[in-house]
């Protein structure tokens, strides 16, 4: 082992280290375990074991409001699962949102949820026991097990009537700007989307990855100056065509590149991050919190999303892993109602970038939550948990 292999290990071991006492750990401590140990959250609303936990769940389709399309498909909606966790009068939202590439179904995480035993559990404060229980048992199923943390996660921060932003110490008002995206599509629907959305935002996201990229480009251009992300979504497959794309991009405003190449290729990508004028995060690259020690080297930054690393307990653990690496963290989503973007949003004010815009892209939202004001997430202060309420 050389010396940069040795050092990379070390650091990374340290970083999951963190992460662990950042947000809790088996011995109760961290700003999880410290505020939901066994004891507080008992002695704090007289838990007897008396009121026991019910899930409930049931398909919802999202309807987006244009066909969406990436380097590697096209879509009109995007399947979904709607759970509620009820605790003694009190209800937990939470939802699965299931995209393509992740392989999962509503048929899936339905299974998935019938398997849960949510009245198992007498004390709903002790997070960490209950979701660690409940990956373990399959070694998928990201979304599902998503929406019953993000469930959880709202019930308990009704319980004590705050949300998830103040109990772990974080200010709303630095809440990030969200990108909002524009999906590949013909010069003159992505000229008709910028027009509709530039004067909202601060920052958008293109989709990228297709021959016509610079057509793009000068598209969204020839309509507005505000900075751009962009993403590849692996649709770059020579690394040296790929940076000359990148240089010109900065040159055009680009201020952050996702996911430029395959997966399968982390040295070219490690290549890319290197030369590149601007940040290079990995999307499709990083899952969960033990994939982030094998990317350090690889990306200047990780995209944490809910769906795929099963919820906020384990991204608020990545956005520590990330910060103890040196890394860049930012909270992505897939298309979801404003229950799951706002779960991921009382997470914001500790990420450098937030793609927080999933509920902005659908019709038919059914949640009322977190809001963009002058291109800014913006959550609301008088609501507890992850801040949703039926519409």
Known sequence: MDRRTFLKGAAAGAALGIAGGCAGG????????????????????????????????????????????????????TPGVQVRLEYGGVTGYGEASMPPYLGQS??????????????????????????????????GDSAAKAAIDIALHDLVGKLLGQPWYRLLGLDPSKAPSTTFTIGIDTPEVVREKTLEC??????????????????????VRSVTDLPLAVDANQGWTDRSKALDEIFWLADHGVVMVEQPMAVGRPDDNAWLTERSPVPVFADEAVQRLRDIPSLLGVYSGINIKLMKCTGMREAWKMICAARALGMKAMLGCMT?????????AQL??????????????????????????????????DRPGIGVVPL
């Open 26 to 77: 088996g011995d109760g401590s961290g700003a999880f375990g410290g505020l939901f140990g066994r004891g507080f959250g008992s002695r704090a609303l007289k838990i007897d074991g008396s009121e026991r936990m019910r899930l409930s769940y049931e398909p919802y389709e999202l309807e987006l409001k244009h066909v969406f399309t990436v380097s590697s498909y096209s879509r009109k909606t």
């Open 106 to 139: 509503v048929e899936s995480v339905t299974t998935f949820l019938s398997k849960v035993d949510m009245t198992r559990y007498p004390d709903p404060f002790l997070l960490e026991d209950i979701l660690a229980d409940i990956d373990s048992l399959s070694p």
């Open 198 to 219: 530039a004067g909202l935002y601060n920052i958008l996201k293109v989709k990228v990855g297709v021959p016509g990229d610079r057509e793009v480009i000068e598209t």
């Open 336 to 344: 979801e109602t404003s229950c799951g973007i706002s779960a991921a």
């Open 348 to 381: 914001s004010p500790a990420v450098d970038f937030a793609d927080l815009d999933g509920n902005l892209l659908i019709s038919n939202d059914i949640f009322s939550g977190v809001t963009v004001v002058s291109g800014r997430l913006t959550l609301p202060p």
